[in-house]
């Protein structure tokens, strides 16, 4: 019965049988911003400006007034946010069915080939070999890429931006069609600042990730961390975004419920 999965999951918590995992990196004014190819417009940094700190002020509360870009840190990406998603219904953060938030994680490892090539691209192969090892991806699951990209503690290092642009890892078209069609995800998570690759500008089609993965209505996340802590499957992804009216995405905390051991 539903009640006693829930007190049953509960339990498990209270007993540290199941862990949670915090996938969310810190939120602050140094938090790194995608940077663009200068033709398009920038989006603003994360910024906090102090009302009161228990001062003249406002003598009993502290409190700030914040401003970011929706897309600012560990951030999730509505299908509205690309102009292939733009006329589905339910598209935007504040009118997607809660359910679709969370799902079972499938956790791909590709850390050691981006060591050695900063582009790396996961494609359909790679994902059909990953299934071959550990499991069919189901449908309604977050798909996360675990690059280790996230232990690049230096703003500079984390966006590695080069004279030809940003060089991170990302997606090749292929892997994303085969998510997004074959095995119908919610959507997919990355370390990096974006959901595609550094050099996806001069991709065909241009942002393959973003192009594919919402002209099929489904989401992405973006700047996660911890993702080697998290088992290749067996893990639960809990990720709802602010319920920004018409939101094309926003900061968020992105939690894992996790197995112990
Ligand atoms: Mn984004």
Request: some cysteine; aromatic content about 8%; charged content about 15%.
């Amino acid at each position: 019965m539903a009640g006693n999965a829930l007190e049953a999951l509960l339990q498990a918590l209270a007993s540290g049988a199941v862990k949670v995992v915090d996938l969310t990196q810190p939120l602050q004014a140094a938090t790194p911003v995608i940077q663009l190819p200068p033709i398009f417009a920038p989006s603003k940094p994360f910024s906090m400006q102090e009302i009161s700190r228990y001062d003249e002020r406002g003598p009993g509360w502290y409190w700030n007034n914040i401003a970011c870009g929706e897309h600012t840190g560990t951030h999730f990406d509505a299908p509205i946010h690309w102009v292939t998603g733009k006329d589905y219904p339910n598209n935007a953060t504040h009118n997607i069915p809660v359910e679709r938030f969370i799902g079972p994680a499938f956790v791909i490892d590709v850390a050691k080939e981006v060591a050695a090539n900063p582009d790396f691209l996961l494609n359909e192969e790679g994902v059909q070999s990953w299934e071959k090892r550990h499991a069919r991806i189901t449908p309604k699951s977050w798909v996360l890429v675990r690059t280790d990209w996230s232990k690049r503690a230096n703003p500079q290092d984390y966006l590695n931006i080069k004279q030809d642009g940003a060089h991170t890892p990302g997606f090749h078209k292929s892997a994303v069609e085969f998510l997004a069609k074959q095995r119908d995800v919610l959507g997919v998570g990355v370390e990096t600042v974006g959901t595609d690759a550094g050099q996806a500008s001069n991709f065909d089609p241009m942002f393959p990730c973003h192009t594919l993965m919402h002209g099929s209505n489904k989401f992405g996340l973006a700047s996660l961390t911890n993702l080697d802590q998290l088992p290749p499957t067996g893990a639960m992804v809990i990720a709802p975004p602010l319920k920004i009216v018409n939101g094309s995405g926003s900061p968020l905390r992105v939690l894992a419920l996790v197995p112990a051991g």
